[in-house]
């Protein structure tokens, strides 16, 4: 049995040895970057092809989130993770400052397009919540990938939109907390929290209908939720938490797992009405 603290080292050396290319971090997860950063030093290197994204975020003091703070936020990471260039870095919560301030000459965003250019950077995205947000950044065309969570699923389609656009301007999406948080794998009853907040009893209601489904296919909660991520064109890949060296294995097997089309079309009339999403 391996120690808790040696458990995010074996799993990111079985990541970097199967079948998975990408792995997502951030700045605020130092304890992440420092076992990641162990297992390239254990590895000899990123693998080839393999695409590392982490983010930038604000000072965990102060909360400044200005163009220094960005450049400090990188730095940081690097140390973290021993490499020299990072492939993908993201603007990471961008609500957290107004959209004025994170476009303004020396914010936020203006360093980060900077640091692409310096050649510290191989490519830059903006990962946040609220779609409306997210879609503004993306229209600015300084971005080339952009992270929305909890808001395209099962249950939510929130980022209908912001899909759609991103592929009109060929700009990359990539999907986090495809289980909602929890919900999806768990089912409403053990996790009643959708999006890391409480769940209307209509949403619960349409989850724990979507799971009798499921059970009558003899499929995994999980497994659809995972596929429903990984079947969107439009998605370039989906973000999943792994804490254990055997989730990797578990969660290929959900993603590969034989899910009849009869089973998608019952399920589709399940996800919830607009006003419910999170938007």
């Known amino acids: 049995m391996l120690a808790r603290a040696e458990q995010p080292v074996a799993t990111m050396l079985e990541v970097f040895d199967g079948d998975i290319t990408f792995v997502d971090t951030s700045n605020e997860y130092p304890d992440s970057e420092l076992r990641i950063g162990e297992a390239l030093r254990a590895r000899g290197g990123l693998p080839e092809g393999f695409v590392l994204a982490t983010k930038v975020d604000p000072d965990p003091v102060s909360g400044d989130f200005s163009g220094d703070r960005v450049r400090a936020s990188a730095e940081e990471s690097l140390t973290r993770l021993g490499l020299d260039r990072l492939p993908l870095l993201y603007f990471h919560d961008p609500e957290r400052i107004g959209f004025e301030e994170g476009m303004a000459p020396g914010g936020a965003v203006e360093a980060l397009v900077a640091l692409r250019e310096e050649g510290v950077v191989d490519h830059v995205g903006v990962a946040g919540g609220p779609v409306g947000l997210l879609r503004r950044y993306v229209a600015t065309g300084a971005f080339e990938a952009v992270i929305t969570h909890n808001r395209y699923t099962l249950v939510d389609r929130s980022a209908e939109p912001l899909l759609a656009e991103a592929a009109e301007r060929g700009i990359a999406v990539v999907n986090g907390a495809p289980y909602g948080g929890g919900m999806l794998v768990k089912g409403p009853d053990a996790h009643p929290d959708y999006g890391y907040r409480p769940a209307g009893e209509e949403t619960r209601n349409r989850v724990r209908a979507m799971r009798r489904i499921c059970e009558e296919h003899g499929v995994p909660l999980a497994a659809a939720a ?54």
């Open 226 to 279: 995972l596929q429903f991520s990984l079947r969107e064109p439009r998605i370039a890949s989906t973000i999943v938490g792994i804490t254990a060296p055997g989730r990797v294995a578990q969660t290929l097997e959900l993603a590969g797992w034989p899910i009849p089309d009869e089973m998608w079309d019952q399920l589709e009339p399940l996800a919830a009405p607009r006003e419910d999403w999170l938007n």
